[in-house]
């Protein structure tokens, strides 16, 4: 059982090019979401899913892409990289709304140049 | 709007002290579950606990305690007899009855050196 897996792991841009993160997850979990980490901000939601062909904007969407065409997959586009998008993305998924804790993948450490 | 508040920034701490990381958060819903999750150095989320608005029960799971407290919206956490390997980020989160994505606070460092 993989649970989340985010791959690249670790990637550099120029700023302009663009990009797909790539999360998959092989729980049959409806619900994903994306997060960025930033130091000193925590964790800010940019994009989530509740369901196959559903998304919605989390609280950092700008410059970002996202759709949910299979369960298992949730991928986050760059359109146009930035160096304000130098960070660490994480990916994450649950079976239910609220009770259930989140699983995280381990993350992309991505670098804006 | 929810909001999660972890006031401290970083902690240094020497190995068996004991140590408190403060979370306080806000929301208007009544129904609502609380997290927390350790970062290590090596970058990944675990997960440590779950609690439901509902359950003020305190909790101990070997030398971790969390006290959850509604009439100050706080859930502490409390980490006996600190290690090094206690050294990590500590996130504190809050999630909605029905709604699937977190609301973290700013995350407290411990560091904790021998």
């Not at chain 1, 960070?87 to 992309?108: E, I, K, N, R």
């Not at chain 2, 090596?42 to 909790?59: A, H, K, P, T, W």
């Amino acid at each position: 059982n993989a649970g989340v897996t985010q791959t690249p792991k670790f990637q550099v841009l120029k700023t302009g090019q663009s990009m797909t993160l790539q999360c998959a997850q092989d729980m049959n979990h409806e619900y994903m979401s994306w997060y960025r980490q930033d130091p000193g901000m925590g964790l800010r939601l940019i994009h989530y899913s509740v369901g196959a062909g559903i998304t919605d904007q989390g609280e950092v969407p700008n410059g970002y892409n996202v759709s949910r065409s299979t369960t298992e997959d949730f991928p986050l586009r760059l359109l146009s990289a930035a160096p304000s998008q130098t960070s660490v993305y994480f990916c994450a998924s649950s079976y239910l709304a609220g009770a259930q804790p989140q699983h995280f993948g381990d993350g992309t450490r991505l670098s804006i140049l | 709007a929810q909001k999660v508040t972890q006031a401290q920034t970083e902690i240094s701490v020497v190995e068996k002290e004991d140590v408190t990381l403060d979370c306080v958060y806000e929301t208007r819903d009544t129904t609502y579950y609380l997290f927390w999750y350790k970062q290590p150095p090596s970058g990944e989320l675990v997960f440590l606990i779950r609690r439901n608005s509902f359950d003020e029960q305190n909790e101990i799971s070997g030398r971790y305690s969390w006290n959850f407290q509604k009439s100050t919206s706080s859930f502490n956490f409390t980490i006996t007899a600190s290690q090094v390997v206690d050294s990590a980020v500590y996130f504190c989160a809050l999630i909605r009855s029905g709604y699937s994505t977190l609301t973290f606070g700013k995350g407290t460092m411990l560091l904790v050196s021998p």
